[in-house]
């Protein structure tokens, strides 16, 4: 009978997260939604501490949902760039100087003797722990801006972005797509010619390395790009509708005269006298921008296949980045010495509570977005994309 009475006994299920296919697929601007606002948390703090907790949310959060597409493999790129940019900032503070004046002398290098003209600029001279920390922080602000962007790269499919565009940005779009994926495209193809190399025994680092996988590289994207070119003409890309000229007269007035009321709106909520204008024409600029762009859309007729939905999931994870921004904001108003670490004197950086509770906002996508299944390199639901053309691989 202990053996019935196991059989009864019945296990408790695991919860899982649920796993992406075409009923909750997440939308890719949500993704840029989400990364965008944690940029525009790191501009607005010089905090290391916030900017630290920023940069583990964003590793955390594409580690737990990016998939193994091509461009997912470019957020490892992004990091390295941005600690290529924190390096440089902070050689330009050792060779050139800093704004801040600073008393505690790290080292006095040699100074370049400069002429009247270049007053302000020196070459050399006294590098202060001020100067360094001053850079260090600001540095540290760019790579984090830098990494979010990589963050966005490698969880949005640009493919599905681009769908999502309204008929009028279709051909910017398009222009800005192949922008944005040449990066990860040619990280890819750089990282497979590597793994070749290494395969026969040759070196894959190194400025002969370098060198060697160059070409190849430089050979597949140019391949890529015509196989791109005549896919393009092929689907009749940059073809327009004939349209009324009321209507193509009526669109331009739309988009140009919503865009001027959008800058000048802006610009009243940036002055403190425009604070009675501002909204107003800031609202009045976007509805006439929107009106111009679903008129210019009839100038551009395509379709799309099977259109992404905006959930439920893409309105927490794109409502997560913006309260980030807003928490950041927010505290800056209230306490902006909180967020920004000052330098002269040299104090140690303190660790806000509420700005970091609105910093852990953005850990929410990594707990409602639907999981990527393994080895699965595109969400499904999702048309399979014509082969692309490898990188030509060197002779052996």
Partial sequence: MPDAGRRGRRRPRRTRAPQAHRGNALHPGAWWIWALGLGTAASRTTNPLLLALLIGTAGYVVAARRTSAPWSRSYGAFVRLGMAVLGIRLAFAVLLGSPVPGSHVLVTLPEVPLPHWAQGIRIGGRVTAEGLVFALYDGLKLATLLICVGAANALANPARLLKSLPGALYEAGVAVVVALTFAPHLIADAQRLRAARRLRGRPDRGLRGLLQVALPVLEGALERSVALAAAMDARGYGRTAAVAPAVRRTTAVLTLGGLVG????????????????????????????????????????????????????????AGSGFAVAAGLIVCAAYDPAALRTGVVPLVAPAFPLWPAAAVLLGLLPAFVA?????????????????REPAATEEPS
């Fill in 370 to 386: 639907p999981v990527p299944v393994p080895g699965q390199p595109r969400p499904p639901g999702n048309r399979p994309a014509a």
């Fill in 262 to 317: 959008v800058c000048a709106g802006t610009y009243g909520l940036l002055t403190a006298e425009g604070d009675g204008y501002g909204p107003p024409l800031l609202l009045a600029g976007l509805a006439a921008a929107l009106g111009g762009l679903w008129l210019g859309g009839r100038r551009s007729p395509r379709t799309r296949y099977r259109p992404d939905v905006w959930g439920a999931r893409a309105w927490l994870v």
